[in-house]
């Protein structure tokens, strides 16, 4: 059982790394429009966004964005994060 819940722990936090990796890659292209990624970078951006788009689209279509006024936020980011560190920390206390 701790080979399966440490295999499951490692996966969970690899996958948080992702999340953040994506999370940075997002925020380059809000403030550098005209920046693409090249080489390496390149390869790594499409390992992140193939890992990480699909729960993305799922969440988007089934959470609403939040509207404030004219601003309308997108939750599904936030919900993917907190459930994997909620998972995470579930599995790390068995």
Same mark, same amino acid.
């Given at each position: 059982?701790?080979? @399966? #819940?440490?295999? $499951?722990?490692?996966?969970?936090?690899?996958?948080?790394?992702? $999340?953040?990796?994506?999370?940075?890659?997002?925020? @380059?292209? +809000?403030?550098?429009?005209?920046?693409?990624?090249?080489? @390496? +970078?390149?390869?790594?951006?499409? +390992?992140?966004?193939?890992? #990480? /788009?699909?729960?993305?689209?799922?969440?988007?279509? $089934?959470?609403?964005?939040? #509207?404030?006024?004219?601003?309308?936020? /997108?939750?599904?980011?936030? @919900?993917?994060?907190?459930? +994997?560190?909620? &998972? &995470?920390?579930?599995?790390?206390?068995?």
């Amino acid at each position: 059982m701790d080979l @399966v #819940t440490g295999i $499951l722990g490692f996966l969970l936090w690899l996958y948080l790394l992702l $999340l953040i990796g994506r999370l940075i890659f997002d925020w @380059v292209q +809000v403030f550098a429009r005209e920046w693409r990624p090249r080489g @390496v +970078v390149l390869v790594l951006a499409e +390992v992140i966004y193939t890992a #990480t /788009d699909p729960p993305l689209r799922l969440l988007r279509r $089934l959470i609403p964005p939040l #509207t404030l006024g004219q601003i309308r936020l /997108d939750l599904a980011f936030v @919900v993917l994060f907190l459930a +994997v560190t909620i &998972l &995470l920390q579930v599995v790390q206390s068995v």
